[in-house]
């Protein structure tokens, strides 16, 4: 069933690109792990089976609450001359599950 739902989400969300000279917008899906560390930022994974990396941006918009394991969408912006200005923002929250996350990095 999850998986069912998954499916669903990427076709309806699959990334969108709206492009002009200077920037690019996109929608991605993210998991956000229910533990932050403190100085190193959120833990995100692009999909389900992935290792947990640290994410270091803000998302705009987006109130996180220890203990809880959310599925976002994001929109971003970014720059083609640095990537490194890119810009998130919260589109929908679509699941905030209360749990505990597991194999997150030491």
């Known amino acids: 069933m999850k998986n069912l739902l998954h499916a669903k989400i990427d076709s309806l969300f699959k990334t969108m690109r709206l492009s002009n000279s200077k920037t690019t ?6 998991f956000v792990a229910s533990k932050r560390i403190i100085n190193k930022g959120l ?3 692009e999909r389900t089976n992935e290792k947990w990396t640290y994410f270091y941006k803000d998302i705009k ?13 994001v929109s971003y912006h970014s720059s083609q001359e640095n990537s490194a200005d890119s810009c998130f ?11 505990e996350s ?4 030491n």
């Open 43 to 45: 833990l995100i994974k």
């Open 61 to 73: 918009g987006f109130m996180y609450e220890d203990g809880y394991e959310y599925e976002i969408l």
């Open 25 to 30: 917008q996109r929608q991605k899906l993210l």
């Open 102 to 105: 597991y194999n997150l990095p």
């Open 89 to 99: 923002s919260l589109v929908r929250v679509l699941t905030k599950t209360k749990k």
